[in-house]
């Protein structure tokens, strides 16, 4: 019976993955772009906070973008970083040939907040929001801002978020749930929208996103909610990449994916009064957005809790052997989506124990000694 029990508890959890699955490899696929002859101005904005181990690399990364550097500003916001990255920071814009504008914020204001800083004093009509520790591809913005002018209910669109190559486990893992991660973003956008953004590469229109909600949830999240509030697309390319150090520890990843589990958890529940809008986002992805984010956690918990104690019941040895086994193939089989999965319930349940705390400001989780541009 604990069997039967623990078996349909599975089933109900895994039900919107059972149904993202079979989007991706039987729905409709993504169209291919265009290539742009035309480049429109862009302004990118880059939040930095201590930052001066790789903010020379990143202004660097940037230069080398195939994106015309003369349809190009920087507005690069200081939070207040207590090492040398705004001297620095100063420096390399001054010798990068690009237009540039710098703010130094007063106090503490974490990301969300420097981003309508910024916004505001943005003197093109598409915005890049991006962060100081990562590496886009060189034809990354082509590929995005390409996306976002393809179709004019597109307001905002986002980029493939990878792990820089190493071979530690948590990339590992952190790979294998990017794979996944993107393919159901990818198929969201095909159909209607995704709220699923990397803040590491976001681009949207100005003219119809005047301001990212900085009260809770996360920049990326928030920035794509407000596209599809006003009756627009967000959506995902996959060809954007752009590349981030994913933290050597588990305590250090586990700090990052809390976070960011917490911001998109308190974005998905601010939002709900979108569920009566008449488009497939609204009726059909956001529902299953909803559970997996709420619902599935708890019940895949709950569903590792009964299945352990009907093994138990059978057998002891057969419970011992069966857990050695199961942490073996995590040891050992470090590629796969099962742990990656399981990984992700736990950030989940985290997530969900942190909602109501203030996250909005916090401390940089990348080994920046170790980042090197891709």
Request: charged share 20%; glycine share 4%.
């Amino acid at each position: 019976m604990l069997l039967f029990v623990a078996v349909l508890l599975l089933f109900i959890a895994l039900f919107p993955y059972l149904i993202y699955l079979t989007g991706i490899y039987f729905g409709r696929k993504s169209d291919e772009l265009i290539p742009l002859r035309i480049f429109p101005n862009i302004s990118i904005i880059i939040s930095a906070y201590n930052e001066e181990q790789v903010i020379d690399t990143r202004i660097a990364n940037i230069q080398n973008c195939l994106y015309p550097k003369e349809c190009i500003e920087i507005i690069f916001i200081d939070d207040c970083s207590s090492d040398n990255t705004l001297n620095l920071a100063t420096s390399c814009l001054e010798r990068s040939g690009i237009k540039y504008h710098l703010i130094a914020n007063a106090e503490r204001s974490g990301t969300n907040r420097s981003y309508n800083t910024a916004i505001s004093r943005a003197n093109y009509p598409i915005i890049v929001t991006t962060d100081a520790d990562v590496f886009f591809e060189p034809d990354a913005l082509n590929y995005l801002i390409g996306r976002l002018l393809s179709n004019e209910k597109i307001a905002a669109v986002t980029g493939e978020l990878r792990p820089l190559i190493n071979s530690n486990s948590t990339t590992m893992l952190e790979g294998v749930y990017r794979s996944f991660y993107g393919r159901m973003c990818d198929w969201e956008s095909t159909i209607d929208s995704t709220y699923n953004f990397n803040g590491a590469l976001v681009a949207f229109r100005s003219d119809l996103i005047k301001r990212i909600n900085d009260k809770q949830g996360a920049d990326d999240a928030n920035t794509a909610f407000e596209a599809i509030r006003r009756g627009y697309r967000a959506v995902y390319e996959k060809k954007a990449i752009v590349y981030e150090d994913i933290p050597r520890s588990f305590k250090t990843q586990y700090r990052q994916k809390t976070r960011r589990a917490t911001g998109l958890i308190e974005a998905t529940l601010a939002n709900l009064d979108l569920l009566g809008k008449k488009n497939p986002f609204s009726r059909f992805f956001y529902p299953l957005r909803i559970f997996m984010y709420l619902c599935t956690p708890i019940l895949f918990s709950l569903f590792l809790a009964v299945f352990f104690l009907s093994v138990f019941q059978y057998s002891q040895i057969f419970l011992i052997v069966l857990v050695v086994l199961l942490s073996a193939a995590g040891i050992f089989w470090r590629q796969n989506l099962f742990f990656a999965f399981i990984l992700n319930q736990f950030y989940l349940i985290a997530g969900l124990l942190n909602l109501g705390k203030d996250m909005r400001v916090w401390e940089s989780t990348s080994d920046k000694k170790k980042v090197k541009s891709s």
